[in-house]
T-cell receptor, first 112, second 112 residues
């Protein structure tokens, strides 16, 4: 029972590079979200989705894109990496409102 | 915009004593979640509180929700070292979306 799987677990990028953080869940959850966690800041919502084909911006969406072509996958794209995007990124899913989120193990991203 | 405030941000506890940590939020909501995070790890769901007056207990932890005061408390009874972690509360915004707001966390250290 895999739950929420994030890849890669660690990544180092140079400023200006682009990359995609992968997130997949095998629980048939409609709701998925991306967060970033920075020291002393808690978790901040980047983008979220309530089902395939439906996405919306969260609190800190600038510099990130998402798509949701299937129920299982919710990739996060960094268009042109900046040092301010150095963070730990968590993907989460849940069946709907009234349910807790299931979190992936996180991706630790450093941008030089 | 929904804002979530947790207090205190850091709490040093003595083993065997009782403590309470607090989560306040800024707008109407009746869905509140508590999570635990160990250093370098992901978040684990502890409690789901879905109505005014809801109380949930698991071991030495008890969470409650007062939606009129927009306040949730997490009470720790007879603290033990294994409860050392960061505790996050999260609140669902109103409306049919997946927009969850997190507080900055309560970092708890239990000292023998």
């Amino acid at each position: 029972n895999a739950g929420v799987t994030q890849t890669p677990k660690f990544q180092v990028l140079k400023t200006g590079q682009s990359m995609t953080l992968q997130c997949a869940q095998d629980m048939n959850h409609e709701y998925m979200s991306w967060y970033r966690q920075d020291p002393g800041m808690g978790l901040r919502l980047i983008h979220y989705s309530v089902g395939a084909g439906i996405t919306d911006q969260g609190e800190v969406p600038n510099g990130y894109n998402v798509s949701r072509s299937t129920t299982e996958d919710f990739p996060l794209r960094l268009l042109s990496a900046a040092p301010s995007q150095t963070s730990v990124y968590f993907c989460a899913s849940r069946t709907g409102r009234n349910q807790p989120q299931h979190f992936g193990d996180g991706t630790r991203l450093s941008i030089l | 915009e929904l804002k979530v405030e947790q207090n205190p941000l850091f709490l040093s506890m003595q083993e065997g004593k009782n403590y309470t940590i607090y989560c306040n939020y800024s707008t109407t909501s009746d869905r509140l979640y508590w999570y635990r995070q160990d250093p370098g790890k992901s978040l684990e769901s502890l409690f789901v509180l879905l109505s005014n007056g809801a109380v949930k207990q698991e071991g030495r932890l008890m969470a409650s929700l007062d939606t009129k005061a927009r306040l949730s408390t997490l009470h720790i009874t007879a603290a033990v070292h294994d409860l050392s972690a960061t505790y996050f509360c999260a609140v669902d915004s109103t409306g049919g979306n997946n927009r969850l707001a997190f507080g900055k966390g309560n970092q708890v250290v239990v000292i023998p």
